[in-house]
């Protein structure tokens, strides 16, 4: 059964007036979910907070001790230029990287799957030991690398199609050859990482400024899809942003619902092919409320067709 994961304390990270990440990105979500009927199919769950311990399985023992210290009892702090701790965000950040760590044992135990995590904050740039980028802890990568540990599996794919380039789980998994990250992304745009590449274990697809769904789809079937056959994964993990919409102004590429529902199609019938169809998807980027949630329905549904 398709499941979904979230927690209230992911609504409690307040970012601040006029911050594009807020609140209520989830809201219109939930109610996109009810009114598309899809909240019945579905089965959800409360993320629980991660353990420093998980936490360390991507990021540097220091580095999240400077977090948890950060942590304000009010008022807001910055972690860097556009990254704000509120009250509420270390609990928010614990229970978004919990969503992944839970989605990957109801998956492995066949009481779920696929399985979405409607979460804030976002984590695919959080580096090894950095904050950036709206995101404190990569929430996306923590859950491969428990997946890898604890199921001892040998091979998993990343797969982000967030406008922005993923460095943070390419700065975490870059070595790492039993990671395949695949990435597409607006370029040059922020974070100013990423380049075309097909070597190794990432693959980057850099998309101009103005590209539209057709170029997109041309891009994916070109690099990503046969690279993601070639390597065989036991377990996808998507980080799902849908800031390439043309909707939304964060971001000058032009996909549209129909563009995710597409690609969700065709990973997941790579999951079923060499992966047993397992599959985590957790929200990344995304910030017009309305393309947001009818583009997170086209992606759920996409698992249900």
């Known amino acids: 059964m398709l499941a979904i994961i979230s927690h209230q304390d992911c609504l409690e990270h307040d970012t601040g007036a006029d911050h594009p990440e807020c609140a209520e990105r989830l809201h219109a979500i939930n109610n996109q979910l009810i009114m598309s009927g899809l909240d ?11 353990t420093s311990e998980q936490l360390a399985l991507c990021h540097d023992p220091a580095y999240i001790d400077r977090v948890f210290a950060a942590a304000p009892k009010e008022g807001s702090i ?13 609990d928010a950040a614990l229970r978004a990287v919990g969503a992944g760590i839970m989605g990957v044992d109801l998956v492995m135990e066949g009481k779920a799957g696929p399985v979405f995590g409607a979460i804030r904050p976002p984590g695919h740039h959080a580096e090894h030991d950095k904050a950036m980028g709206f995101c404190l802890f990569d929430n996306i990568a923590i859950a491969a690398a428990y997946a890898l540990e604890k199921y ?43 380049h075309a590449s097909d070597t190794k274990n990432l693959v980057d697809v850099p998309l101009p400024a103005g590209a539209d769904g057709p170029a997109f ?29 043309i909707y939304d102004d964060m971001s000058s590429l032009q996909l549209t619902e129909s563009d995710y529902g597409w690609i969700t199609t065709e990973l997941y019938a790579i ?13 990344e980027g995304g910030y017009d409320p309305g393309a947001l949630a009818r583009s997170v329905v086209n992606h759920l549904k996409a698992f249900l067709d």
């Not at 789809?217 to 942003?241: K, M, V």
């Not at 999951?271 to 929200?283: F, I, M, N, P, T």
């Open 217 to 245: 789809r041309a891009a994916i079937t070109e690099h990503w899809l046969p690279a993601l056959h070639d390597f065989r994964p036991q377990f996808i993990f998507i980080s799902a942003g849908f800031d390439a919409h």
């Open 271 to 283: 999951a079923k092919q060499h992966a047993e169809g397992r599959v985590v998807s957790l929200l």
């Open 40 to 50: 019945f199919v579905m089965r959800r769950y409360d993320a629980p907070k991660a």
């Open 152 to 194: 001892n599996l040998e091979r998993v794919a990343i797969v982000d199609f967030d406008v922005h380039h993923g460095n943070g789980t390419e700065d975490i998994f870059k070595n790492d050859g039993r990671v395949l990250f695949c990435s597409s992304f607006q370029h040059p745009f922020y974070p100013f990482t990423g």
């Open 78 to 90: 910055n972690m860097d230029g556009d990254t704000v701790m509120s009250p509420g965000s270390l």
